[in-house]
């Protein structure tokens, strides 16, 4: 049995204070989820248990290496998850305050692609 893309979704995301790839990471994969409903899995394929679909994210991070992909499966809601990090993203300049993380001026952006597939036979 192979599978076929059902759909692809880009998103973007962002760590403003802390320099922290995971959180960008994750909020990259909200991004993209937020702009699709997956209602044809359901109304025109028949799908009945969401969970038996497939989800693979790729990430790309200034960091990947840093990247939890663990924290970053759980972001996506349904599906039989992968996830895997590779280097892009970007780095820029912000402004470091203390109270939300100690010595880190920069903001840390990661892009998400999400891909959901579904079986055939």
Partial sequence: M???RFIVELGTG????????TKAACRAVKDAISRSCLCGL?????IEDLQAIQVDILI?????????LEQVKATAP???KTACSV???MVVAGLCVPNFA?????????NAAVTVSIGTK
């Fill in 78 to 80: 349904v599906g039989q």
């Fill in 87 to 89: 280097i892009g993203g």
């Fill in 2 to 4: 192979g599978t076929k």
């Fill in 42 to 46: 359901v109304e025109i394929m028949g």
């Fill in 60 to 68: 790309a991070s200034p960091r990947p290496d840093e990247v939890d």
């Fill in 102 to 110: 100690p010595n880190c001026d920069q903001i840390v952006v990661a």
């Fill in 14 to 21: 962002a760590d403003l204070h802390g320099e922290d790839v």
